[in-house]
């Protein structure tokens, strides 16, 4: 069986950079970074205060009101990336097949606000008897926000939830490239979406010893590959890309930004939080989706790393880019565009796909913003092009995006220029 082929026609982001995939882009390719003071709760009493928080946003301005009030923050940060990519891919809703179009979204922790907001309030006020909300469950869950898009556009076609923590969306975005492969749907809205800047999410991680407390200087806390790291910082936002099946694409005239080449997916079976120190699993990972998009170490460009600013996972990273990619490891650009955007967990790896599909389509690498000093570690090769400070000019005929979850999870994208 042939499989078919798979292009990008559509993008939408809501990230702490921009309200718009247009915004979110021109900032990261700027080198801005979106952290600043939490605003969504009273940090005093944590470790960490600050975080890459989405501003200005109210979900009524693009939302019913009705609707918006039964939703999470992180659905309705779904629904506005998501409104976005399906205007920019320009497909007919009155006479597109909505049976052949699904929605499938990543998400690592979902309605965290709603599950802290009721559990408070019912310790608070449920002397009597439980008190929660009978929108309770509907808004907490992990699949929820792939459901209202799908009501919002009438879409009939699969839809679900990915839910494997930091690489939940390039699950999403792997899952779709393979339906839409094997002839089960003509267009999926893959993206993901998190919320998870709220006391519980921040107090979780800082816990662990998970979360930057650079509190003095919030903007150069994300730092990855420099000496100083200390764990990341906190992001938030959605991302949404409409992969369409190419002869339905070029059936309806639509623009191409690029086409989805192949997909990986490995276990590092190694800790619940830790990623393995010789970075065995992201090796597979790279080697999987270099083999299903059949293509050679030498075919890709640049590469969108996880690059958290942890002090072991970023250097375990680095050991795997060389042991895949060898002397064209030199020739690479490398960069971790969250040092600007922070770290949006489950959305992470479908906004990196998106800004690693910009690089192609506009030949230009966004940077690894605020590195200071070299590590001593003698596995971070400083020969290697971390695009360090600033954007950098070249042909990318190819990305590959790279992300990691908790409890081993990996997960990697491909994407390359189009062309007949």
């Known amino acids: 069986m042939e499989l078919k082929r798979v292009v990008v026609t559509g993008v939408g982001a809501l990230s702490p950079l921009g309200n718009t995939a247009p915004e979110t882009w021109e900032n990261v390719k ?37 609707q918006c009030n039964k939703m999470d923050l992180y659905t309705q940060y779904a629904i506005v990336a998501a409104q976005e990519a399906v205007k920019d891919c320009g497909i007919d809703l009155e006479t597109a097949n909505k049976d052949r179009i699904g929605v ?28 929660y909300s009978p929108f309770f469950i509907p808004k907490m869950i992990a699949d929820i926000a792939a459901g209202h898009i799908s009501m919002l556009f009438g879409f009939h076609g699969p839809n679900f939830a990915t839910t494997s923590a930091c690489a939940s969306s390039t699950h999403a975005l792997a899952s779709a490239l393979d339906i839409i492969r094997l002839g089960k749907a003509d267009v999926i809205l893959a993206g993901g979406a998190e919320a998870a800047i709220w006391g519980t999410g921040v107090g979780g991680f800082n816990a662990m010893h998970a979360l930057s407390t650079r509190n003095e200087s919030p903007e150069t806390a994300s730092r990855p590959f420099s000496k100083s790291r200390d764990s990341f910082v906190m992001g938030e936002g959605a991302a949404c890309l409409i992969f ?177």
Do not use: W
């Not at 009273?42 to 109210?58: G, Y």
């Open 244 to 420: 369409e099946e190419l002869e339905h694409a070029k059936a309806r005239g639509a623009k191409i930004y690029g086409e989805v080449a192949g997909s990986g997916m490995s276990a590092d079976a190694y800790h619940i939080t830790a990623s393995h120190p010789e970075g065995l699993g992201a090796k597979i990972v790279m080697q999987e989706a270099l083999r299903d998009a059949g293509m050679k170490p030498e075919d890709i460009d640049y590469i969108n790393v996880h690059g958290t600013s942890t002090p072991v996972g970023d250097v375990s990273e680095v050991k795997a880019v060389q042991q895949v990619f060898g002397e064209h490891a030199y020739k690479l650009n490398i960069s971790s565009t969250k040092s600007m955007t922070g770290h949006l967990l489950g959305a992470a790896g479908a906004m990196e796909a998106f800004f690693s599909l910009m690089a192609v389509n506009e030949d230009i690498v966004p940077p690894t913003i605020n590195h200071e000093e070299g590590d001593d570690d003698p596995d971070i090769d400083y020969n290697l092009n971390f695009t360090f400070s600033k954007a950098q000019k070249r042909n990318v005929r190819a990305a590959l995006s790279n992300t990691f979850g908790f409890g081993g999870h990996n997960a990697c994208i491909i994407v390359k220029k189009y062309a007949e």
């Open 104 to 131: 499938i979204y990543g998400v690592g922790i979902g309605g965290i606000h709603t599950f802290e907001d009721e559990v408070s309030y019912c310790a608070l006020n449920g002397q009597n008897g439980p008190t």
């Open 30 to 66: 700027a080198g801005k970074s979106g952290a600043g003071p939490i605003t969504h709760f009273d940090t005093t009493n944590f470790k960490t205060h600050f975080a890459c928080e989405v501003k200005n946003f109210n979900g009524r301005d693009h939302i019913d009101r009705k």
